[in-house]
């Protein structure tokens, strides 16, 4: 026989309800194993599963199951289609799994829209094995995707282990009650917990303390979760509201987080859901002892793990609590599993946020994980253009530049991984099996881990805006970021196409009148000038600005943080936010060019005063080109024509290639670097930095000026930084050979380095050799400090 796991210890007050609602579809059907269900319950009508092929109250077996008028479940223990409620027991469970919500009335279930399956198999006296197998195997057969067995107490039964395991091979998770005897499962067992199958997770019940409750058993290797099970507000029968208490209580709010999580990611197996809800769950050192996982149930984590990385876990010795510590001059290692069957095909993303302390200072970065699934159909088709190289025709043994790859479409490139580019022959085919680079396919940018080259942005000097170098809007197909206002914070160099996404998460400044603006496309460096798509936060308002200057505005009050999407389609752009503002919509003229990108906030006064705003993220996904800049003074082997870009994933290199030969392009080539760079004429403060500059140095028609670097030697100090000298910055003549290096330390000796700043990052200049000589400036005379006189004739001197 079995029995309920109810206990009668309600001496503690019921705890808050609490639930959670994310996109739900009301997809997951959760069987509940109990005394029935009062399906006319007004918290629980709406939320009951309802057979599709049944006819109620004809007594014909419609759907030919083999049950006649389960139309909401089935009565095993009295043999008949009406699983109603006559107890109380199961209509409680039912009610903390998904009680409706949002209908000012009783309780909100953990879940807001499931579909509950009402079968019976407990009466007044309790129930028999046969009738928990029977049910078990109903709930099989239509197609409940998690049964909720708040019951036990019986002795071992092979017919209903067999029942459970043939659950599992249904693809259904098994959730049941640890009992209410307080005492350990480990030592006497208690069924059906003590099965302790792989699709089964067990529960003990918590107090509102949080402390595990006086009633609940334990096992720290049959017991894998504690939850709330003490008093415990829920539906009952007669439209009525009870609490009880009990391990019953506990496996409902476990049955209602793991119906969450799959109406959340529907296509989730047995083995996934388990893992996210027990890998997701709070430890706590008091429950180390008394659960598998010492943890307490948590829906929230539980939702975030099977969310946008649901299928990223981390793995490894040194990892505790989710924080990985790594020893001062040591190392360890993560590993990092892609798991579950039924993934979708493409990309994969998480986040592993490293940071330490130095001298009293936190720092911090976010390392991008990117996995791609492949599903191995279709060849790759992908092109090379704009060749980028110097001299080819002549022959002279080397080539220097950068050869750019469009990329191929995110379906094509889901058949691979990387690009990889060989020296190809005048047949085309590849010369050598070992690549001149790998590409990544994966497309996401992201500000703190681009290389950001001080080409592509000047910060003010001084505070007069008139002085400030403002000559940042570069070529098409760069994304800098404008110094328009005093608080610039990111400057992006690389090149991209729609479609691609810009997100970013951005603090906002109480003194700004723009929040946020960033700008697509357009020249102006103004961001509120012509030109462009402008995604622009004014004061309570969002608003979008198509490049003919058509306005586009959404009511929109911002938290303190807030994040924002702006996808750039050929013929639309989408602004969206998480604030739960209007999301706009426009049309765009149709363009395949590429297109900059610059983002600023209108932060003047008080508010730059303050910081300005704050940009935590910034990236762009999709849409980009793969660059692979060509070595200078590269060799060209003597039979080599040009070059073979292949697709490569895990299983090898796809047999078609793309074949660019090296002559069809020679522009752009890159600026020679400036030689003889001496330091001169030095005072206690100043010298003259010198050099002979390159023939190249107008790189083709888009110079923008000579940057001028100074280092301190130190001989005992291998980390001297280099920095801009006053005095030699803002050289934008062309004719430039020297400037005055002012602001210098005296007796201090320098160093010095010259480059010229080009438009596009591929033909700047490399940087001159570092001076020859070292300069030091000269001290200033030294004050007497003494001062002695004599008198004449005298032969002694004054005391």
């Keep these: 026989m079995w029995g309920l796991h109810q206990s009668n210890d309600n001496d503690i007050d019921a705890p808050e309800a609490w639930s959670i609602h994310k996109g739900l579809s009301g997809r997951v059907i959760v069987a509940v194993l109990d005394t029935g269900v009062d399906y006319n319950h007004e918290d629980l009508r709406n939320q009951m599963w309802r057979n599709p092929g049944e006819i109620p109250g004809d007594g014909i077996d419609n759907d030919g199951n083999g049950f006649v008028d389960d139309v909401y479940g089935y009565d095993f223990y ?53 009738d928990a197998i029977r049910a078990l195997d109903y709930a099989v057969q239509m197609g409940a995707h998690i049964t909720s067995n708040s019951w036990g107490g019986g002795g071992f039964s092979v017919g209903l282990e067999t029942a459970i395991n043939e659950a599992a091979a249904a693809n259904q998770l098994f959730i049941v009650a640890a009992g209410n005897d307080g005492q350990d499962n480990d030592v006497v067992s208690t069924y059906p917990c003590n099965y302790n199958l792989p699709n089964m997770i067990c529960v003990a019940s918590t107090d509102r303390s949080n402390d595990m409750s006086s009633f609940s058993n334990w096992g720290v290797n049959n017991v894998h979760i504690a939850a709330p099970g003490s008093s415990i507000l829920s539906t009952y029968t007669n439209g009525e509201y009870v609490s009880l208490s009990g391990t019953s209580m506990a496996t409902p709010h476990v049955s209602g987080v793991a119906a969450l999580v799959l109406d959340y990611v529907h296509n989730m197996p047995f083995t996934e859901l388990r893992n996210v809800i027990l890998n997701s769950a709070v430890p706590y050192a008091k429950f180390a002892s008394k659960v598998s996982t010492g943890a307490l149930l948590n829906a929230h984590a539980a939702l975030a793990m099977a969310g946008e990385f649901a299928w990223i876990r981390m793995f490894g010795s040194a990892i505790s609590a989710g924080t990985v510590t790594i020893p001062a001059q040591g190392s360890t290692t993560v590993v990092l599993q892609l798991g579950g069957t039924g993934l979708d095909y493409g990309e994969y993303r998480a986040r592993l946020r490293i940071w330490g302390v130095f001298n009293e200072v936190l720092y911090s970065r976010e390392v991008p994980i990117l996995y791609t699934l492949h599903n191995f159909t279709g060849l790759p088709a992908f092109g090379a253009t704009d060749l980028q190289f110097a001299d080819v025709d002549g022959r002279r043994g080397m080539i220097s530049g950068a050869l750019t790859i469009t990329r191929a479409t995110p379906e094509q490139e889901a058949t691979f991984s990387q690009y990889h580019v060989f020296w190809a022959g005048s047949s085309q085919n590849r010369l050598f099996d070992v690549p001149l680079a790998a590409l990544d396919t994966g497309n996401v940018l992201r500000d703190d881990f681009a290389i950001f080259d001080s080409t592509f942005w000047s910060l003010p000097h001084g505070s007069d805006p008139s002085s400030w170098i403002t000559n940042v ?101 989408t602004f969206a936010d998480n604030q739960g503002c209007p999301e706009i919509v426009q049309a765009i003229s149709s363009s395949e060019s590429t297109k900059s990108i610059r983002i600023g906030a209108d932060c003047t006064g008080d508010c730059a005063t303050n910081g300005g705003s704050v940009w935590e993220y910034f990236e762009v996904s999709g849409g980009l080109y793969a660059t692979f800049h060509v070595p200078e003074n590269t060799l060209i082997p003597s039979d080599a024509t040009g070059f073979v870009i292949h697709g490569w994933n895990s299983l090898g290199l796809n047999p078609s290639g793309y074949y660019e030969a090296f002559a069809d392009h020679r522009v752009a080539n890159r600026a020679t670097s400036p030689s003889e760079v001496l330091g001169s004429a030095p005072s206690t403060g100043t010298l003259t930095v010198s050099w002979t500059r390159g023939a190249l140095n107008d790189c083709t028609g888009l110079f923008m000026r000579y940057e001028v670097v100074a280092q301190m030697v130190d001989q005992s100090d291998s980390q001297q930084s280099w920095f801009e000298p006053s005095g030699c910055q803002g050289l934008v003549s062309q004719t430039s050979e020297s400037c005055l290096a002012s602001g210098l330390s005296s007796g201090t000796p320098y160093q010095f380095k010259v480059r010229v700043l080009c438009s596009l990052e591929e033909t700047q200049s490399l940087w001159s050799e570092i001076s020859p000589a070292v300069v030091t400036l000269p001290s200033p005379a030294a004050a007497p400090t003494e001062v002695r006189a004599r008198i004449p004739g005298s032969s002694t001197s004054p005391s």
């Excluded at 043999?79 to 000012?104: K, L, Q, R, V």
């Excluded at 970013?504 to 012509?530: C, P």
Aim: glycine share 14%.
């Design 473 to 573: 809007s570069v070529s098409n197909g760069a994304a800098v970021f404008s110094n328009q206002y005093s608080h610039a914070h990111l400057t992006l160099a690389r090149r991209f196409a729609p479609p691609f996404t810009v997100k970013t998460k951005v603090k906002k400044s109480s003194g700004a009148l723009a929040h946020m603006v960033v700008q697509i496309g357009g020249t102006d460096v103004n961001l509120f000038g012509s030109g462009g798509i402008r995604a622009v936060f004014l004061g309570t308002q969002k608003v979008l600005i198509s490049p003919e200057g058509v306005y586009a505005a959404a009511p929109c009050t911002l938290g303190t943080w807030f994040e924002v999407t702006i996808t750039v389609r050929a013929t639309s752009v």
């Design 78 to 130: 009295e043999d008949d289609g009406d699983p109603m409620d006559g107890n109380g027991h199961g209509t409680h469970c039912a009610g903390t799994i998904g009680a409706e919500g949002g209908n000012s009335i009783g309780v909100v279930g953990v879940t807001w829209k499931p579909q509950i399956m009402a079968l019976r198999f407990l009466g007044p006296n309790g129930g028999s094995t046969i």
